[in-house]
């Protein structure tokens, strides 16, 4: 099936430093969304992205909805121990009448205290 | 709010023996439910889409006789792995919709970690 580009495909970082990562698609998207996903646990939304060129922010958190709608970033700044785990991105458009997703392979994200 | 859950959250059965899986939105109902399979250090894959009171829309190549699936209510739906084997052992994630301001958007279960010996 379809994914989405996600790079990195992983990053180790010291506590305190800012994170990046992307995402690329060549399918335009109603929306992007970002999840992070624990070790045996679902994916937790964290930030949904509808508007091209929205730039939207949670916390610690930042990410930008791209202005042709085929890319997002995701920053996190100051980051702590916690932040570890696995971050995707998902495009989400309308497919026979339902909201599909489609996700990114993932950025393995490891903090260093 | 906008919890979702799931039951079991990891079961161990035979070969050839069936597996069910519930999905339930706990404070909200849910316009329609997915459910994903996650092999391990891969991403999320769309299995089937599910809208309460009607058959599931399956992707290509997910048989439908094999993951049978149920929307019976609006916060209940149910996945069942039929006649399953070793190569069906998986972290199976179902997502609720929820109409929001403008958006459905998609909250996922917590999982579950279906092993066949």
């Known amino acids: 099936g379809q994914q989405l580009n996600q790079s990195p495909q992983s990053m180790f970082i010291q506590e305190g430093e800012d994170v990046s990562m992307n995402c690329t698609s060549s399918?335009?998207?109603?929306?992007w969304l970002w999840y992070k996903q624990d070790p045996g646990e679902g994916p937790v939304l964290l930030i949904a992205l509808y508007k091209a060129g929205e730039l939207t922010s949670n916390g610690r958190l930042t990410a930008q909805f791209g202005i042709t709608r085929k890319d997002s970033f995701l920053n996190i700044s100051a980051s702590i121990p916690s932040d570890v785990g696995i971050y995707f991105c998902?495009?989400?458009?309308?497919?026979?009448?339902?909201?599909?997703?489609?996700f990114g392979k993932g950025t393995k994200l490891t903090v260093n205290p | 709010g906008a919890v979702v859950s799931q039951h079991p959250s990891r079961v161990i059965c035979k070969s050839g023996t069936s597996v069910k899986i519930e999905c339930r939105s706990l404070?909200?109902?849910?316009?329609?439910m997915f459910w994903y399979r996650q092999f391990p250090k891969q991403s999320l894959m769309l299995m089937a889409t599910?809208?309460?009171?009607?058959?599931?829309?399956?992707e290509q190549g997910v048989e439908k006789d094999k993951f049978l699936i149920n929307h019976a209510s609006l916060t209940l739906s149910t996945l069942t792995v039929t006649s399953a084997h070793p190569e069906d052992s998986s972290f199976y994630i179902c997502s609720a919709g929820r109409l929001g301001v403008s958006k459905e958007t998609q909250y996922f279960g917590p999982g579950t970690r279906l092993l066949v010996l």
């Open positions: 998902a495009g989400q458009k309308t497919q026979g009448g339902s909201e599909k997703l489609v």
């Open positions: 599910s809208n309460e009171g009607s058959k599931a829309t399956y």
């Open positions: 404070d909200f109902q849910a316009t329609t």
């Open positions: 399918s335009i998207f109603n929306t």
